[in-house]
């Protein structure tokens, strides 16, 4: 397992992390690692996997296209998620002794794409509890603010809310039967919270928080933005299937047991551990 990260970041890079649930890791990955994964968008689009959501038939211009669970399929992802070393990033920002991959999502959103990513957490979409569970969002093209690169409500992560799933696609149902709390209108009222954007180059990393508030303005530039965001499971995450969560992992693909840690080395492989 690599341990480039381990001792790389600062103190405070971690607290940076702790304190706002997010935190920007310039250069974080080589550019021909990146470069890989932007080959392999062009593949999913042509040939999509099985779990994707795509906007391309909505009367609103552009597309967002999404991708997930390529890690086993993909050698690509699989050389990401287990030869880069973004396991040990996610440890080291999380301060966990072990990470579990949960899944990898490939998200493309093409120029002139006018839909918004939505305001939305992570926690509530996932079949987990636990504070140690983050995403390592690595950007593939360069991307400014305009150009549909992240935004957060700095701090949000630390609300000790929790709000309900919508779908990405504006379709009517991710699910009809969920758990939470509407999302604030938080477009519409920016200036009343702490909202922080991140410019990114090729192979910089943004690392969030599962509970963080976050989203993505449509893509108003000429160029396509493609991420690939890795979800980690750090020390203290039980498995915690629940109405309106991922529908693609269940209680019937995983040994894991509701309450508990999932040690299921098939479904959740550790990506990153200290010993
Ligand atoms: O890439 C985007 O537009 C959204 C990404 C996101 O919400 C995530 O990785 O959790």
Redesign the pocket.
């Given at each position: 397992m690599i341990d480039r990260w381990h001792g790389a970041l600062s103190d405070e890079q971690i607290r940076t992390f702790a304190d706002d649930g997010v935190l920007h890791v310039p250069g974080a990955f080589d550019v021909d690692v990146v470069a890989e994964i932007a080959v392999l968008a062009d593949r999913q689009l042509a040939e999509p996997g099985p779990w994707v959501t795509d906007t391309a038939n909505d009367p609103e211009p552009g597309r967002l296209f999404t991708s997930r669970y390529l890690w086993r399929d993909e050698p690509v992802v699989h050389r990401f998620a287990f030869r880069t070393g973004v396991a040990g990033l996610a440890a080291a920002c999380m301060g966990s002794s072990s990470v579990r991959l949960y899944f990898d999502?490939l998200?493309v959103?093409e120029p002139g794409t006018a839909s918004p990513?939505p305001w939305?957490q992570?926690i509530p979409y996932w079949p987990f509890l636990g504070r140690s569970i983050c995403?390592v969002?690595v950007a593939c093209s360069a991307a400014t603010v305009e150009e549909?690169s992240?935004e957060f409500v700095r701090g949000s992560h630390r609300w000790d809310r929790y709000f309900a799933p919508e779908s990405f696609d504006g379709s009517a149902g991710w699910t009809d039967d969920f758990i939470g709390e509407p999302m604030p209108d938080i477009e519409g009222a920016r200036d009343d919270y702490d909202i922080v954007g991140f410019d990114v180059e090729r192979g910089d990393a943004i690392v969030f928080s599962a509970w963080i508030v976050?989203?993505?303005p449509g893509n108003a530039g000429t160029e396509r933005r493609v991420?690939l965001?890795t979800r980690w499971l750090g020390d203290d995450v039980v498995w915690h299937p629940h109405p309106g969560c991922d529908p693609t992992v269940t209680d019937d693909d995983t040994t894991a047991v509701p309450g508990e840690y999932p040690a299921d080395d098939h479904r959740f492989p550790v990506g990153w551990s200290a010993t």
């Open positions: 999502h998200l959103k990513t939305h992570d995403s969002w549909s992240l976050h989203g993505s991420a965001s």
